[in-house]
């Protein structure tokens, strides 16, 4: 079974500096979907960004970044340039890219991120 | 992205109840799915909502606790039946999408539900 760790229940930046959060994963499969969700107090889940696992590059999304390592297993986001707006709780998520599964996204336990002004 | 509307966005609900909620997709989609997120926790697959045939249930959840409806593309509906306190969460409807970036799941705004 798949299982997604984020090992950083709380972070906290100050305004324009960056900051990383972590998120690691288990799989035997090849081929599957990374995400990070964004869920401000509002509680709406919001898109960050999104991999493919059998591409190379990172993904990018303005001030978003991904650091992928799929040896390692590894899924970490960069935000740069953090404003207030990007306080919120930060989920890590996979999903298989085939079969029965698709559709059934696995989450960590989310990073709670306040950005200080 | 997707246009995915949940009604209620909030409602207490008295224990022994049913509730159901109502999610509508502004354009035509294969796959929806139904979420849950209990008070401080991540969000566990409740069921895929499948058109024209029953729900796929995830472990853990029956449909007769959770019956689900889907008559069409753009519809479908999560009852909360027969409610406690533990039914308390975030009930948050979502779906699949390929875009340009390929497959991605997107949810609407949720269903904040408390249980008294």
């Known amino acids: 079974a798949q299982t997604v760790t984020q090992s950083q229940p709380e972070m906290s930046v100050q305004e324009a500096e960056t900051v990383t959060l972590s998120c690691t994963y288990d799989?035997?499969?090849?081929?599957?979907?990374l995400f990070w969700y964004k869920q401000p107090p509002s509680r709406q889940m919001i898109l960050v960004i999104r991999?493919?696992?059998?591409?190379?590059q990172n993904a990018t999304e303005n001030r978003f970044s991904v650091n992928f390592q799929k040896a390692a297993k590894s899924f970490s986001l960069k935000i740069s340039d953090s404003q207030l707006g990007d306080t919120a709780m930060y989920f890590c998520?996979?999903?298989?890219?085939?079969?029965?599964?698709?559709?059934?996204?696995?989450f960590g336990k989310g990073t709670k991120l306040s950005v200080k002004p | 992205s997707a246009v995915i509307s949940q009604k209620p966005s909030r409602d207490i609900c008295q224990r022994g109840t049913s509730l159901t909620i109502q999610c509508q997709v502004d354009s035509q989609v294969t796959m929806m799915f139904w979420y849950r997120q209990q008070p401080g926790q991540s969000l566990t697959l409740i069921a895929t909502a499948n058109q024209g045939s029953e729900a796929t249930y995830e472990s853990g959840f029956v449909i007769d606790k959770f019956p689900i409806s889907r008559p069409n593309l753009t519809f479908s509906t999560l009852t909360v039946s027969n409610m406690s306190p533990e039914d308390s969460s975030i009930y948050l409807c979502?779906?699949?999408?390929?875009?340009?970036?390929?497959?991605?799941?997107?949810f609407g705004e949720g269903s904040w539900l408390t249980v008294v």
């Open positions: 979502s779906v699949g999408r390929d875009g340009k970036l390929g497959n991605t799941i997107y």
């Open positions: 998520a996979f999903m298989t890219r085939y079969g029965g599964s698709q559709g059934n996204l696995i």
């Open positions: 991999q493919e696992a059998y591409k190379q």
């Open positions: 799989t035997s499969e090849n081929n599957y979907y």
